[in-house]
């Protein structure tokens, strides 16, 4: 027991004397030892005397049992497994003020999901780039300057959410290996050399500014003994690098330097370094709940009774879905401190027949639907006669990675992997691996991943070479659909369309430019929106609306900022750097609402009411504004044309679908606004409005293919324009060409083209005088 | 397209929304088979495999038979009808000649499809000339006409249901491109009249007659004789109606079967491509996985189906909850509430169409990025002029490019980021194995995406690669098993068939249960080839060396390896020190009580049975497996 403890301690001391003097980084630590000194004389009945470089204990029967008991809370402390250590290191500097708002939100998701699934985990934040400087090793070696510890390592709180909600904005430029540096003194300080592998530091930075020469050796160097000494603990990183669009012009040479100083990162440790160049990226980028990975088989993958592989399979992806939340009761009185507000859901099962009287589960059976039929059987007569295979994955055998298309992907993906540890396992998996990959095959693979399992999985093995030397080869797994769930419906052929659906060169050629020029992953930069780095926009907003109804109850639903809006809608830059692209689009291809179909059933293409200005607001924002502002519209449920602003009523009123009657309303109102606003006009005052509703109630009546009331109205109009001698008001519709509405702009008109053009000609009133 | 607050919690309440895996009543299907029963449906074959041939009829039949198993499993709210014409004897309703519909007890005509019809319709063929007969029905001289007869009766079984909530369909099965060509003159034309007049009526009311032509080998179906104007075809429809001569029979079965079903839209939907450029789109569910159908629960007395009652009781108080209620959320020490409103306007992301967002390389699609069974879009003009030629165009630039769309598809329940894959179309033998049209797969998002570093155990050593040479012998082994011909979904899955299996036999209350086979087997025989066997052999000897135990055998330093390492000595151990005792004995006598934990748990370790709990729990798992 003395020997084992002291054991421990000396190794402890060692690796702690090993941290402090790495390269020539480090100053001299004076009275080193003191750390360890003070926790050992903190404990009672326990003294220590350091000499010269190791320890010499006096104990008394007491102090063993302290030990005992110290050695007891060790245990306790790392078997409590999976609890994971994380310091987050933040860049604050100057050049990333523009992004850390999205720094801000996606760690406090991080600690939300924390405090929601993992309460037990503990979190510490050291900011860099900062005016101040507040850390340990500061203090005990000196250097170490502009990082300030914002919170110390503890488990997670909701305290720990408002300060990173709040973070400092710096004013120099950080040095990120520092941070890492007393990321790491924190966690070994805290931890020792136990939890290996649960101790994490994760850094955000952009990495454009230079970190400090070191006294001895180069800076490469440096990294590589902080690298080490990171394996050595059992520490993992994780870094995302902020880029691209969001560090302005940078100098390369410095960015290119961090670049390669921590790819020595990810080569010697386990490091997952992230390059982003967009905030929604920097959201996705960062694993906000580390969800332990489980394995779904472990077994041979058998090539042939003779010839087996050992292998573990894992999920790759599984959706992570929308939080189940519980049902809540607001029965219990407020009084009741003790509630707990929960729902029991109660199944009673009742015969149909008129007593309904309630069935005790041991009289239920179970019947399994067949045609019109319901075939009872019980659970024992089913567990006869059902389809029991035996546990195992098997090779079919392997076919061209062109037999099977990327659509037959059923469901959500496995990884494959040989067995950790097993040098021949893993060979065997790299060299089919490779082979597969070099000659385009894929294998079929029939699963049944437990004993006990009722059906047999299909699927497709393909491979998957690793890029990073410290990862072996492994294999991906895709479920493949059986005959049964395959609908085998057929479609004509584009080819045996009529021409006019046909595209003709022009179109071909303007479609090609928008699929060319509309790209999300242009080379030389980071590809936009892909699927590891996109967040999924529903669940951090309900992440967001929780933390907000927790200090606010009644708040309301976070709107989708710019961030998430890239997500769900197209990015304004890019649509607006291909604008010429996307307009020849808009100018080859016509679009128009079917004239043959029912009324009721158009919902297409519906215009915006002309108020709202977004003429060319393509890629515009304002768009989603928009539409929404028809749907508040429609909330209001206007039915009388007002007159502040008529045309909007009319096409509102229009617009409506819950009864059909709304269409011949809504023209019958504005034929009597317009006579309304021409019988009230004061020396034309009103007219110009009357020519807007007449435009308006032209165009509307063209959209609902009703020409009958416009011309009837508008030949009505004619007669009394002349009665009242209003010819400048007719003059007014003729210069805006507010004429018959035609054939060819409805086809239930009666009136021709030429009719219609010439019908202001024909029609003049003459001046009465 | 508006939010459906059902559709919203869809997932929470039952695990799967119904738009996707599941089929409604609302959208039935009441489908009449006519088949033509003449002597030339008999007398014509076609080359089976095997030098087998088949005669049109056969095919005919045992394609509906097939297409009522589909049937039966996945659709089986859509109600059939199969009616014979040119047979001897007759039985309908209108008791017109020539005619004969099948059916079988317990079950209207126009129906659905039960048990005991599959199982007699499976019989048919053998009894057919006995009880129904073949005759040609029109023969000069005689004012019968059996065509117009059948197309009366299917009809007339058609007038079942609104035509708004059902689709209704004829489909005619004839290897007889001119039925009326035995007559002459006036009498044939009259017949040729009549017959078109009944099939117009039958189309006015919303029935839609298809024709599934058999073609004999020396000569061609010509459906321009006289079937395209009873259909109604002109032109281009014509093209797509010509099966080529002399086919095989498993092509003609193919294209019988693919054309026995309708193509079913799951939702119409507006694909923005820029702003102020929205076409209109339909999506199709081609690929689901089929699942056994819903449990009812049944009275075991009665076998009546009981009705289920969900009552919300609350913890607290036992008081019943009318109204429904709030959720809520344990965070910070206190019930975050949300209500259902709150909820459903989080998850309402989006106006429910699909906004296009930009385009990639197909090399940026993963084979990782999935979560879900893809969706088939394909273009419609029904509502917006024009949107047929926009995909069109766009299909093909995403084709020659090799480029793949992203999107935002905003459905309410499952708001994700769509890619958008062209396929062309693939044609086998005249049948169509591709549809043209894009296929839109759901991408996950980095939530769902889990770690590689996390799944991969720490190592200081890099991983071992395989070398040239194992490489080598791999791609030998892999020349060796190579399934040439394989397609998706060549297999039946066996644990579906057994259940239908099981399900057919008890609604007929046989006694055995038919044996299934289990296709998804390796083929034992053709690992066993020489070849293969050596291919192996090689590989294995290239990757694993000469003596290598597959189950002690770990060169790295892996924890795993010595985690199991030490539960198999403990597991020796105790079979070691278990031989102490004669347990048999000791269980016999009752003496097992006399013994300390620790030698009980030494026989249960060394029978692999959990070592926790009481003494008393632990000597009665001795007993029960000992067998006492």
Redesign the interface.
Known sequence: MLYRLSRFLRDHYVIWQNLLTWGGKKKEKPGNGQQFSNTIKSLPHFSVSPLSSSFKFQLTPQALLSLCLLGAEFTRSSMARNKEKLVLLLDVGPSMHSVLPEVEKVCSMLV?KK??FRKNDEVGVVVFGTEETNNDLTKEVGGYDHIVVLEDIKVV??DLIDTLQKLPRGTVDGDFLDAIVVGMDMLIKKYKDIH??KKRLCLITNAVHPIKDSLEGTKEDQVETIAAQM?AQ?M?MESVVVRGRLSQDANKRIMDENDRLLSIFSKQT?T?TVYVDSPTSLL??L???????VTVFRG?L???????I?VWV???????????????????PQT?KF???????????????GASKV?PPE????????????????AAE?DA???K?EKGV??????DAS???????????Y?F?A??????A???V???A???K??N?VA?L?CVWRQGQ???V?GVL?P?I?QN?????SF?F?V???????????????N???V????NEQ??K???E???M????PSGKE?????????????E??YR??EL??KQ?DAA?PP?DGT?KR?????PE??FENKSV?DA??KH??????PK?KKS?????REKPSGSN?ED????VS?AQA?NSIEKALVVKIEKIGDLTPVQDFEVILSRRDSPEWVGKAIKEMRDKILGLLSDSHEGDNHLIAVECIAALRKGCILEQEPEPYNNFLRYLNLYCQQKGMSNFWQLLASRKLTLVSKSEAADSDVTDNEARRFFVKTEPKPKD | MDLDPEDVFK??EDGSDNEFFQQSASSKEYVVYLVDASPKMFNTTCPGKDQKDETHFHLAVSCIAESLK?Q???R?YDEVAICFFNTREKKNLQDLNGVFVFNVAEREHL?????RLIKEFDCLQESFMREIGSQYGIVPGSRENSLYNALWVAQALLRKGSIKTADKRILLLTNEDDPFGGLLGAAKADMTRTSLQRAKDAQDLGISIELLPLSCPDEEFNVKVFYADLLGLDG?DL??FMPSAGQKLEDMKDQL???M????IIRRI?FD????????LNT???????V??????????????????????????G?L?QEP??????????????SMD??S???G???GCL???????LS??K????????T?V?PS??????????F???????L??K?F??A?Y?SSSH?Q?VAL?A?D?VAKAGV?I????I?M?Y??????????????????D?????DED??????A???R????D???????????Q???A???A??LEEDD?PE?I?E?????EG?ARPA??KA??E??L????DN?D?ER?????????EASRKRKTIVENAVKESANYDWADLAENGQLKDLTVAALKTYLSAHNLPVTGKKEALISRILTRMGK
Request: aromatic residues 10%; glycine residues 4%; proline residues 7%.
């Open positions: 939300e405090l929601i709180d909701g290996k592998g394996t059992g993992k386990l997952r996705g980028a694993k906000t709940r580390r969800i332990t990975p041979d058998e090539l042939s009774p003779d010839m087996k050992k894992y999920k790759r992806t599984q959706e992570e879905k929308f939080p189940t939340l519980k049902k809540y009761s607001e029965k219990a009741n509630a707990t507000h929960q729902v029991k859901v109660d199944y009673e099962y009742k015969t149909v027949d069935v009289q239920r059976i179970k019947g399994y639907r067949y045609g019109p039929q319901v075939v009872p059987i019980s089913w006669v059902k389809f295979p098997k090779l079919l055998g392997f076919t037999n099977i298309m990327r659509h037959y992907y059923m469901k959500d993906v990884l992997i067995e950790p540890g097993n040098t021949r893993i060979l065997s790299s060299a089919i490779r082979a597969m070099e000659m095959k079929i029939r009722q059906n047999v299909l393909t998957n690793s030397d410290k990862l072996p080869d991906y895709n493949l659909p059986f005959i049964e769930d395959v609908r085998e419906y057929q479609f004509p052929s584009f045996s369309f009529p006019s659906w046909q595209p179109q071909q303007a479609a090609d928008l699929v060319q509309l790209n999300l992953a590809e936009a929106l892909l699927p590891d780095y996109t967040p999924n926009p529903v669940l907003r309900f609306h929780l109804k927790s109850p639903v989708l998430l997500i769900t809608e197209p990015d890019l649509f996307i689009l808009r291809f016509e679009l128009k609402e079917n179909l059933a158009r919902r297409l293409l977004d607001g393509d890629a515009d768009d539409v | 997932d929470e589909t039966i499993i996945s089986s129906d659905r499809p039960t048990a281009e093209v797509q079967r693919k054309r079903f309708t193509r079913r507006t491509i820029t702003n102020g450029l929205s076409i209109q199709y569910a081609l690929i689901r996985p089929a056994p159908g819903a449990i009812t629960w049944l009275d075991s007395v009665t076998n009546l189906p009981l009705k289920i009652e969900r009552s919300l009781i609350c913890e607290d108080t008081a909850i209620p709030k959720r809520f959320q344990p965070y910070r020490n206190e019930n975050v509430k949300f709150e909820i306007e989080m998850k992301i989006s106006t906004r296009l967002l930009g385009f990639k390389p940026c699609l084979d990782y990025h999935n979560l879900r069974p893809s088939f394909y003009d029904q509502e917006v002029v024009g949107s047929t030629c926009i069109i165009a766009l299909y093909r630039s995403m020659r490019l480029r769309a992203v935002f905003g708001p980021l894959v396929q179309e169509q591709e549809p043209p049209g296929n797969i991408l996950p998002y980095s939530d769902d995406i889990r770690d590689v570093e996390e799944i991969f155990p720490d190592t200081d890099d991983a071992p690669r395989a194992q490489i080598q012998k791999a791609a082994l892999i020349k098993i190579d399934m040439r394989f397609s998706v979904s060549q297999f039946a899955n066996p644990a579906l057994r259940h239908y099981v399900l057919q008890l609604a249960i299934t289990d998804t087997l390796p083929d034992e690992l293969v066997v192996i052999e590989f294995k290239s990757v694993y060396g290598y597959e055998d770990f060169l790295g330093k892996g924890k795993v390896g």
